[in-house]
């Protein structure tokens, strides 16, 4: 079982320093004994047994199973369905992938069995996956009044670039809150019955969830961050009208629940995945300062279900994962026993990529609720970081729903699990949130625009090309690459390119109080059948414009790029 990883600033050793200053464990994460067959073999694998489709003798295989009462279950489910359907066409055969069921306790002994057996390629085991968050200086628990306050005010990370997304002007925009949009987050455990999660989550929909604390206050946090509902109260998520589900691991692994989840998407939507593992720097070994764990998709079999998801045009989001690790690394060039010959670090930029953006975590701006974890943007000492990572998001002092680790929420706590708030949730799981935020606001926005969503490769691109940039900070150079903050409005225009027009105001309403409150003042002008909006407006153009309305025959030529004013001329 993982414990979270130890503070930014004390990575060099020692224990972690979850809750009581000892470390935390995520309980109920399972090892994963993979096996792959050899294509010739013609493996097919069901209840009564193993057969070969092509006549090859699979009995001894099929003795080794019985003997040891073992099951080999496809992982992605039917080989001759996977034959028909895989729409990876140029990525691994899903068909030769299966799990060695009943076996977990044994699973190192029973891998170097069955990979000896006439039929199988390899076989490997996968340690437990868990939660990519980190651990924090302990806060005291607030009872929070019985009704919940507004706590958007805490979202820096909704804010205007560079310290934010750019979420509030995203919401001025059609689609922006993430209209049409749909989110499936991959780990464990939620609280699907958050008082501020209600309206748009559509629940588990894959796997059963985890009943331990921890797993659940993580989830809920994700959801939180992304999709929190827009009510006046508690939190509001990046694209709080987009749709949000679950996929569970628990019983299927990691690699199937992505599979099942891209099924259950189509082009545009977003797989978030949560979570990471024990990598080959300390030889696959579960600790508690999380040092050397990485991204899933250095194994084989998730590998091949995130290609699976990108090349229908899903969105894959994942965790770079909090090791402290340069992916970059010479070591991540050796294949690992077991894995099959066709295997290729997929952190290498020169090899196939998986198709996924992976994110790393930076830090928020100094002074955020009255704390300083480096300059802002630049890399968090726990962050794995190299040419593989797309994007950065708030790694640490991300507010949003759910507890503090296995306890009640250390922003907002009491009896009531369900009105549960945080003020430090963090790890690259806290900023894979951010970014799959700033993903589905522009895929809302490309859908109202009736343009094509953006494919895997393009969000890739975009998020590259645009953004707040990293920061260096002290030991930890902008050069060890974690990549840019989204900035929705500034990726908008490369992917929504402005038609600049022009007209005269027929009206205009000066909104000295705003709706929502977190956007800024504006002075709103009718113009060319629509409402056109300039944020922040001097006192003198507010006074031009009025003494020209009021003079009954107003004269204020306006020019807007969709529905922001970039120039005005008063003449009357």
Known sequence: MSEQVQRAEDLGGGPGPGPGGAGFAYRGAEPELIVVARPEAGLRAGAGGVRSAVDVDVSALDLFLTEERLVLEPLFGSEVRLGTTDAADDGPDLALFYRLRAGERRARELRERIAALPGIATAYVKPGAVPATVADDDRRMTEGPPVTPDLSGRQGYLRAAPEGTDAHWAWQRPGGSGQGVTVIDVEGAWQLGHEDLAGRLAGVVIGTPLTDLAWRNHGTAVIGVIGGDRSGSGVTGIVPEAVTAAASVQGIGTAAAIHAAAD?????DVVLVELHRPGPRFAYAEREDQRGYMAIEWWPDDYAAVRYATARGVLVVAAAGNGGESLDDALYERRPDGFPEWWRNPFNPA???SGAVLVGAGAPPPGTHGRDHGPDRSRLAFSNHGARVDAQGWGR?????????????????????IAWYTDTFSGTSAASSVVVGALAALQGMLKAAARPPMTPERAR?????SGSPQQDAPGRPASQRIGNRPDIKAAVGQLLPPAVGSGQAERYWDELLPYPPELPPRLRLFVAG??????RPSAEIRQAVHSAFASGRPDVRVWFSDDEIVGLVVTG
Do not use: F, I, Y
């Open 530 to 535: 629509a409402w056109r909006s300039l944020n």
């Open 264 to 268: 259950r998407l189509g082009p545009g």
């Open 351 to 353: 090899h196939p990529s």
């Open 397 to 417: 002092e991300v507010t949003t729903t759910g507890g503090h680790w296995d306890r009640p929420g250390d922003l907002r706590g009491g009896p009531e699990e």
């Open 461 to 465: 691109a975009v998020l590259r090309a």
